[in-house]
């Protein structure tokens, strides 16, 4: 009686062989020429304009704050002594949104009580700065642009353009 080999089943052959080979060498260069394209491909990331219209500046009144929001910033117009700025309404402390309290004219943060007056200034600390100034510009239309990408906060520079416009 003749023997059987039982275990020829198991016993892998050529062909399997160059079948593994070349399916792992397939996968392994598919998957570094796809890691050398993501390497190469910027990591962009796409954020909102910055720039938005305010309005004419006839829609502004004298003394008057009209508040605004662009994206996640919040900003107060005021027109004022024929100057027109944008108030960045972060406080420059911890940067929380003050409010705008008419009856003190005044922006107060709620968070611990910093006080800026009608130009951004600080009355009560303990915020260490005044508020910042956003760019503004009139554009071919006749209207108000604001600019939240370009603020300055120092005193003689805020006043003067493009972070306050002669009205």
């Known amino acids: 009686?003749?023997?059987?080999?039982?275990?020829?089943?198991?016993?892998?052959?050529?062909?399997?062989?160059?079948?593994?080979?070349?399916?792992?060498?397939?996968?392994?260069?598919f998957t570094s020429v796809a890691a050398a394209l993501k390497f190469l491909t910027p990591p962009i990331q796409y954020e909102?304009?910055?720039?938005?219209?305010?309005?004419?500046?006839?829609?502004?009144n004298s003394g008057k704050v009209k508040n605004m929001q662009m994206g996640e910033k919040k900003i107060s117009l005021i027109k004022e002594h024929n100057k027109l700025y944008a108030l960045v309404r972060t406080c420059t402390h911890m940067g929380c949104i003050p409010n705008f309290n008419a009856s003190e004219n005044a922006f107060v943060c709620p968070c611990h009580g910093s006080k800026?007056?009608?130009?951004?200034?600080?009355?009560?600390?303990?915020?260490?700065?005044?508020?910042?100034?956003?760019?503004?510009?009139?554009?071919?239309?006749?209207?108000?642009?604001?600019?939240?990408?370009?603020?300055?906060?120092?005193?003689?520079?805020?006043?003067s353009k493009p972070f306050a416009l002669d009205v």
């Not at 909102?48 to 502004?60: C, H, L, M, N």
């Open 116 to 159: 800026f007056d009608i130009q951004g200034n600080v009355l009560r600390g303990p915020a260490p700065e005044p508020l910042y100034r956003a760019s503004l510009s009139v554009n071919k239309k006749g209207r108000v642009e604001v600019n939240t990408a370009i603020v300055e906060n120092h005193v003689t520079l805020r006043d």
């Open 1 to 29: 009686m003749k023997k059987r080999n039982t275990y020829k089943a198991c016993q892998p052959d050529r062909r399997l062989f160059f079948k593994l080979g070349l399916g792992s060498l397939f996968v392994t260069t």
């Open 48 to 60: 909102t304009s910055q720039v938005f219209e305010a309005g004419k500046i006839k829609d502004f």
